[in-house]
Structure formats: structure tokens, C-alpha cells
């Protein structure tokens, strides 16, 4: 009997293994696809005009001047992306902290659905959001012709990433072990200091792997950025100016292309260009979280 299920055992972690293990490898295969995928579509934009142009180019007319200059999309991109980031980072750990260490239970107990609750809202109605209220606060608060620009779509974008960082962060704050708490707690410490000087950092790998997360939900947002940015290609440097974003782009023109055509394979081009940025991204991240845990 002990030796039949010792044997069922062994058959059900096999069975569990190659589950894992297959998954991994599909997953793996998936992801060579989409790359493939986007190289062979890619190849005609890359082969009629030229990289150096394509990646230093400083105006995006594929209809009108069929230039194809990538530049003002990767700056609207990292605008947004940056200001998002600002927002969204401080008050997101703040949030956890607070929901995971200093909050009341009862209180925890009613902000942790609602931030959950948040995650779940689609991208169209942060979108329109943005436009019906944010966009018109920040033309009256600037004195601008149009409330929609790349702060718009910052902060709107801080918004749809903080549940994510919150429930990650707050998760990871809350498995660390109590007896660090209650040691530091016995040396003398009061609850703040033993929250930042004890609880976050053995936290640490897990906040960054949020941040990481957080930061993905915001480069490959599309439809809110789309709305609430002013889709204008240029070159700016500032957060209260319309831009437009990579990601903005491939949806907004892809359903207007003649497939097969110089425009249509253009926007292939800086879908593989994301891609790439993205996978450099998980990338690093991965190794930061992985050295964090090491030391």
C-alpha cells in the first residue's frame, strides 16, 4: 500500500513537471513567433527605406510627406511614460505601505477591494475620463488651447498602474515575517521606523518586481494614450504639449494602411522597435530584482 502511493506520488510530480516544463517551452515558442512575425513584416519598411532615416528622422507623415521619422513617437512615448512614472511609483509604495503596515484592519479591509476593484476598469473609460474631466482642468489650470496632452496621459496612465503596484507591493509587505517586526519592535524602534528601516527593505525584490509591472502596464497602454494625448507627432519637451505615442500610433493608423504597402509594414517597424524596448525593460528588471535578492 505505502509502496503504490509512493509510486502515485511520483507519477503525479512527473505528470506536474512536464506540465510546468511544456508550458515554459510553449511560451518560449509563443513568444519567437511574435517576433518572427513582426521581423517578416518588418523587412519590406527596412529594405525601401533607410534605418538611419527611420531612427533619426524628426517627422512621422506616412501619408502626405511619406517620411517616416521615429523620433517624436519614442519622445512622446517616454514623456508619458516618465511622468506616469514619477506619479505612480511614490504614490503606489506610499499606498501599500500604509494599506499593508499602518493602516487600521477595518480600513485595510475596505481599500484593498476597491484598489482591486480599480483594475478592472477598461482602458476606454480611463480614456474617457481623462477627457471629460482631467483634460479640462489642465487647460483651465495652465491657461492652454487644449487640455489634451502628454500630462493628461500621465497621470491618467499613473492611475491604471497604481493598482497594480499597490497589490503587488502591499503582497510583498505582508510576507515578511512577523518576527522582523516584533525584534525590531523589541530594540526599540517605533512602528515607522521599523517599516522603512526593516519591512521595506526585506521587501524590496518584491516592490521592484511591481514597480517592473507597473512600468509594463504603462508602455503598452494604448487606448487611453490614444484619447487623451492630442496624437500629434512632434518632437516636444514638455508635459503640457499634444503628442503621441508608439503604441498610439500602430492603432490609430494600422486600419488605414493598404496592406502590404510602405505604411502599413512602417508600423510593423515600430511594433518591433517596442517590442524590443519592452523585452529590454523585463530584461533588466529581471537582473535587478534577481541582484536584490542575492545581496
Known amino acids: 500500500m505505502a509502496r503504490s502511493n509512493t509510486r502515485l506520488r511520483n507519477i503525479k510530480s512527473f505528470l506536474i513537471y512536464r506540465f510546468v516544463f511544456l ?13 518572427a512575425f513582426l521581423i517578416a513584416n ?4 527596412f529594405s525601401s527605406y533607410p534605418i538611419l532615416e527611420f531612427l533619426t528622422g524628426t517627422k512621422w507623415s506616412p501619408t502626405v510627406l511619406e517620411e517616416f521619422g521615429f523620433l517624436p513617437l519614442l519622445t512622446g512615448s517616454f514623456i508619458v511614460t516618465f511622468g506616469a512614472i514619477v506619479i505612480a511609483i511614490p504614490l503606489g509604495i506610499g499606498s501599500a505601505i500604509y494599506i499593508g503596515e499602518l493602516a ?32 479640462p482642468v489642465i487647460k483651465d489650470l495652465f491657461n492652454l488651447s487644449i487640455g489634451l496632452t502628454a500630462l493628461a496621459g500621465s497621470v491618467m496612465l499613473a492611475f491604471m498602474s497604481l493598482p497594480t503596484i499597490i497589490s503587488i507591493s502591499e503582497d510583498a509587505i505582508n510576507a515578511v515575517p512577523n518576527r522582523y517586526r516584533y525584534a525590531s519592535i523589541a530594540l526599540g524602534a517605533t512602528k515607522w521606523e521599523t517599516t522603512y528601516r526593516t519591512i521595506i ?4 525584490s518584491g516592490i521592484s518586481a511591481a514597480v517592473m509591472l507597473g512600468l509594463g502596464r504603462i508602455v503598452g497602454e494604448t487606448m487611453t494614450v490614444l484619447m487623451i494625448t492630442g496624437n500629434s507627432p512632434r518632437i516636444v519637451f ?16 494600422m ?15 515600430i511594433g518591433l522597435i517596442l517590442f524590443l524596448i519592452t523585452f529590454l525593460i523585463n530584461f533588466i528588471s529581471d537582473r535587478f530584482v534577481n541582484k536584490i535578492r542575492e545581496s
Open 23 to 35: 508550458n515554459g517551452i510553449l511560451s518560449i515558442v509563443i513568444l519567437g513567433l511574435i517576433l
Open 42 to 45: 518588418s523587412i519590406k519598411f
Open 104 to 135: 487600521p484592519r477595518t480600513v485595510r479591509e475596505i481599500l484593498k477591494p476597491i484598489i482591486e476593484v480599480l483594475a478592472t476598469i477598461p482602458s476606454v473609460v480611463i480614456g474617457f475620463i481623462g477627457i471629460k474631466l482631467l483634460a
Open 201 to 204: 527593505p526585506s521587501a524590496s
Open 238 to 253: 514638455s508635459w503640457l504639449q499634444p503628442v503621441r505615442t508608439i503604441t498610439a500610433t500602430i492603432a490609430a493608423e
Open 255 to 269: 486600419g488605414e494602411t493598404v496592406q502590404g504597402g510602405l505604411h502599413y509594414s512602417s508600423l510593423f517597424a
